[in-house]
């Protein structure tokens, strides 16, 4: 075959092709030819390449070949599918990119590029459809209520243009039907995109060679529609009584669906046991409709555009195949600089506004949100005006949308009576609160009538853009952002009343609910409205609220908190996922320091990850109210400054930096309150400056610290500064500095420090350390010279033979307490099965040995069993899985257990003991003495053979209680007979891995 008839040579994406073709080596080219032959590989509806051609065809034959059946297009299509499926993610990643490259050349080309041209009548169809969708948009888009003195972008504005473009042109990746799922915070510009999408394509401009119709859905619309089929859902805005379905159904890929809010939506509650549906014309409920559109049961090959506010959501993202998820993060922080500098006009007074934010890192993330910005800028300048002394300093979140509505309604004239403003106010909040609950943002005329809310009111709040009117509905409401409602919905439980939001539970019994909720989620909106509602606590703020909104507060709320925070010394933090920086975080917001230290009077134990300003900022101001603090994990990643760095040219970086080092010295006070008995540094980048600070208060005669754990501790030099605490430090009793590579300086203070008579350490870990040879040296001296240390990990170190040579001659001293040792994966063989033999039969303190992923051997295990067999070897627990063993080695541990009662656990999983290594095992432990409790058979290569010797130990042995078999291949029938052991009376098997 003539290559350059099929291939020019001026075509550089071809050239790019071949060489990527070239680049395979011989097996690969085979593959990549067998995947041509695989339809699943293939685009649809395209003839498969003869095998006859393909067999013996070099790479640029074989390219002329592709060219011949494919379009360029589509050989770069079928080619990333097929390197996707070999596992080449570098070339993939290679393609993707030439991909793209090439899609935008073409869209220059030629940005308006139709299909070919359809019959006159349809033309018509989509010509009036458009016309229709236009209107409709326009309309929608008239409704939205802007502030007055809200900021226009203009550079935003232009963005979105060439965001839609990279949304929604064909990414050339072969991933077909295509998912788009734009995410991100309320009033980020998600909607907006998805309803520029809708009018773009309306006027002609966007999409109209892709897309031969385009459909918008509102979520909240679908939710309040009866029953209706597919078919008229798409007929709803049709400009005449029926849609054109058969079209439809014929060229399904030129369908876009853009699904607007799908957080609004009431999904089913069990998505899994819906049945399958196809049929366009199924009367159904609308929720099930937009379920079979989601999961490309109705129409597989249409591309959908979704917009959540909800990221990556759980219900989601179960029913999406292969979704493309954007995040959606509205303005930069460039926007949010531009946006105060032009509302405030002078830039000095903008740069201190936004340098306060900036600190504030919830706040300044939550302006990406454009109405954030306006509510923001409206409620500080509204301030400054009133107040000439007015202080940023003083401003928390809470505090700026309270003084915001505050001076909203200071102006407002709103005809309602002294009256009827509290249970007006309670109304607006009830509504608000149930609304989250619910996840319901959009209020019909019902609900309004139903909460009796007046509508001069709701006048007033439409006016002051409190509320908006929804732009879908005409008589639905909805608050202006989110966070209003968010707001409103904390202040209806810090109002006076009992009755709860959503009609059972009381008022104090939602509250609890909430909190434990948000607390334990990292839901935005949850924590926003956790936040709030502490904020709301602030005593000063609450007075204003009642003296400009006339509403009224409770007295008891304080007491009601004070009442659910009894219990968080019952509460397990860690198994319920507890967020203490954002407990901590709501704390801060109080501002109210003698009811912070009465809540945090219950917390026993604080996990925290300090990895910014805000993060020091609020665990400085609640860790030192913390008294009863006694467990306490730290990570710190955020820099603490040098106090010799608090001089700089601009005072207000001084004052930065100082308090940043008075924050830090606040934490550390956490150890004086005499409760402190386990610190865990681990993942901390701390400097020098920083830890003498801790190390300061450390050795501070009120610190009981009994557990201290420094993993992963960067960098490593700091230790030494710790190691200085802890001589003659008689207190401490558990140390672990796994993780860092101590090197000879740090690892000799720390042997030097433990041998120090008052030195009491009972447990001490060293996995993954790096050690040296000297530092076993040091060691050996160690042990006999301390009769306290009973527990001694030294995992994950290349400790070998010789190691382990100058270990046991310690193990042996009489002196030696050591009770438990940990060896896994230190490289041993042979030669240290016979230095622990040794030790073993001399030592009579240790009863835990742990040699784990060790090279062991059939030889190393029967040296060692010589030494386990002897009546006087105390060692109770021995793990040995992973140490390279066959069934061999089983009659030699069979003996051990014959002959050595003292022997509890067993684990020898992850070895090639098979079947016949169990059953020399079986007929020891179904022997009336046999005291072996625990054994692990995980992963040793057992088939049904072995089943029943091992149901006749289940009937018959009185000790064994625990017993993991998990990765072993028993069958139906292997299982079936273990399971008829296990339901006998006489099995006593507790737990079964």
Not at 256 to 268: N, Q, R, S, Y
Request: charged share 20%; glycine share 4%.
């Amino acid at each position: 075959m003539n290559t350059s008839t099929n291939i020019s040579v001026d075509n550089g994406s071809y050239e790019k092709l071949l060489s990527y073709l070239m680049g395979l080596d011989q097996y690969q080219l085979e593959e990549f030819k067998l995947c041509l032959q695989s339809p699943q590989l293939l685009l649809e509806n395209f003839q498969k390449i003869p095998w006859a051609n393909l067999k013996a065809t070099d790479p640029t034959n074989l390219l002329c070949l592709l060219n011949e059946y494919f379009s360029e297009r589509q050989i770069w299509e079928v080619t990333f599918r097929i390197f996707e499926k070999m596992n080449l993610p570098s070339l993939c990643e290679e393609i993707r990119a030439e991909m793209n490259e090439i899609a935008q050349v073409q869209e220059l080309q030629d940005p308006n590029q139709e299909e070919p041209e359809m019959p006159e009548e349809e033309t018509v169809h989509r010509r009036r459809y458009r016309d229709r969708m236009k209107a409709k948009i326009l309309v929608m888009w008239d409704h939205i209520p802007w502030p007055e003195d809200h900021i226009y972008l203009r550079n935003v504005t232009e963005k979105e243009h060439e965001e839609l473009k990279s949304l929604l042109y064909p990414n050339m990746t072969g991933a077909q039907p295509q998912t788009i799922v734009l995410e991100g915070r309320a009033g980020v510009g998600k909607t907006t995109l998805a309803m520029k999408v809708m009018l773009h394509w309306a006027e002609g401009f966007l999409f109209q060679h892709r897309f031969s119709y385009v459909f918008y859905i509102s979520c909240h619309k679908m939710k309040e529609m009866e029953d209706t089929t597919f078919a008229d859902l798409l007929s709803q805005d049709w400009p005449d009584s029926q849609a054109p379905i058969e079209e439809f159904i014929c060229h399904p890929e030129r369908l876009l669906f853009v699904i607007d809010g799908f957080e609004e939506m009431a999904m089913p509650s069990k998505l899994s046991d819906s049945p399958p549906c196809t049929d366009w014309y199924q009367q159904l409920p609308v929720a099930r409709i937009l379920l079979h559109l989601l999961k490309k049961e109705l129409i597989p090959t249409a591309t959908l555009l979704i917009t959540t506010r909800d990221y990556r959501n759980g219900a989601l993202k179960k029913l999406l195949l292969n979704p493309w998820f954007v995040l959606i993060s509205g303005f930069t922080e460039g926007d949010r600089s531009e946006y105060f500098f032009r509302y405030f006009g002078d830039r000095n007074i903008a740069k201190k506004i936004l340098h306060w934010i900036r600190k504030n890192e919830t706040l300044f993330h939550s302006c990406s949100a454009p109405l954030v910005c306006w509510t923001v800028c409206s409620s500080l300048k509204r301030q400054m005006a009133r107040n000439p002394h007015f202080q940023l300093s003083t401003q928390t979140t809470t505090s700026l949308y309270a003084h915001f509505f505050s001076s909203l309604f200071a102006t407002a004239e709103v005809s309602l009576s002294d009256q009827s403003w509290p249970e007006q106010w309670r109304a607006l909040c009830s509504l608000a609160a149930e609304g989250m609950w619910f996840s319901n943002f959009t209020f019909a005329k019902e609900a309004i009538e139903h909460r009796r809310l007046e509508a001069s009111l709701i006048d007033s709040l439409l006016s002051l853009n409190i509320l908006r009117k929804a732009s879908d509905c005409e008589d639905c409401i909805a608050f202006t952002h989110q966070s209003f409602q968010v707001f409103f919905g904390a202040m209806f439980y810090v109002l006076r009343g009992t009755e709860g939001s959503i009609g059972g539970p009381t008022r104090h019994q939602e509250m609890r609910v909430l909190l434990n909720d948000a607390l334990a989620d990292t839901n935005f909106y949850w924590n926003q409205m956790a936040l709030f509602f502490f904020g709301l606590l602030k005593r000063d703020l609450a007075r204003e609220l009642e003296d400009t909104l006339h509403c009224k507060m409770s007295s008891r709320i304080m007491d009601e908190l004070l009442k659910w925070s009894e219990e968080l010394d019952k509460f397990d933090t860690v198994s319920n996922h507890f967020e203490f920086l954002q407990f901590f975080h709501c704390l801060y917001e109080t501002q109210e320091e003698n009811f912070v230290r009465q809540i945090l009077n219950h917390l026993l134990e604080a996990d925290l990850n300090i990895f910014g300003n805000l993060q020091l900022q609020v665990s400085s101001f609640c860790l030192k109210h913390c008294q009863r603090l006694s467990k306490l994990r730290l990570s710190v990643s955020s820099p603490i400054p040098h106090a010799e760095l608090t001089f700089d040219l601009e005072n207000l970086e001084m004052r930065l930096v100082d308090s940043k080092i008075r924050q830090w010295q606040d934490i550390c006070s956490v150890f004086c309150n005499g409760n402190v008995s386990e610190l865990d540094l681990s993942n901390s980048e701390l400097n020098t400056s920083s830890m003498k600070k801790l190390c300061y208060k450390l050795r501070n005669p009120r610190c009981k610290l009994q557990k201290l754990t420094c993993k992963s501790i960067t960098p490593v030099r700091i230790l030494k500064e710790l190691v200085l605490v802890l001589y003659g430090n008689n207190k401490l009793t558990h140390l672990n500095l796994s993780s860092n590579n101590l090197g000879v300086t740090v690892s000799t203070m720390i042997f030097r420090t433990l041998r120090h008579s008052a030195c009491n350490l009972k447990y001490l870990c060293l996995e993954k350390c790096n050690l040296s040879a000297s530092s076993y040296q040091n060691l050996a001296l160690l042990l006999p010279s301390t009769q306290r240390l009973t527990r001694l990990c030294l995992g994950f170190n290349q400790l070998q033979d010789d190691g382990v040579k100058l270990l046991c001659s310690s193990l042996s001293h009489p002196e030696c307490a050591l009770e438990r040792l940990v060896l896994w994966f230190c490289q041993l063989g042979t030669p240290s099965c016979r230095y622990l033999s040794e030790a073993l039969l001399r030592n009579k303190s240790l009863t835990h040995l742990n040699l784990r992923k060790n090279n062991l051997g059939d030889e190393g295990v029967k040296v060692l069993c010589k030494a386990l067999s002897h009546l006087d070897c105390n060692l109770q627990n021995l793990d040995l899985s992973d140490c390279s063993f066959t069934t061999e080695s089983c009659g030699e541990l069979a003996n051990v257990l014959k002959h050595n009662h003292n022997v509890k656990i067993l684990d020898i999983g992850n070895n090639d003991v098979q079947d016949d290594g169990v059953k020399r095992l079986c007929k020891v432990l179904k022997h009336s003495n046999c005291a072996l409790n625990t054994l692990g058979l995980e992963k040793c290569n057992l088939t049904p053979a072995c089943c029943q010797p091992l149901s006749s130990v289940l009937r018959s042995c009185k000790s064994l209680v625990n017993l993991n078999l998990l990765g072993n291949d028993f069958g139906p029938d292997g299982v079936n007979t273990l399971w008829k052991s296990l339901r006998r009376s006489t099995c006593k098997l507790r737990k079964l891995g």
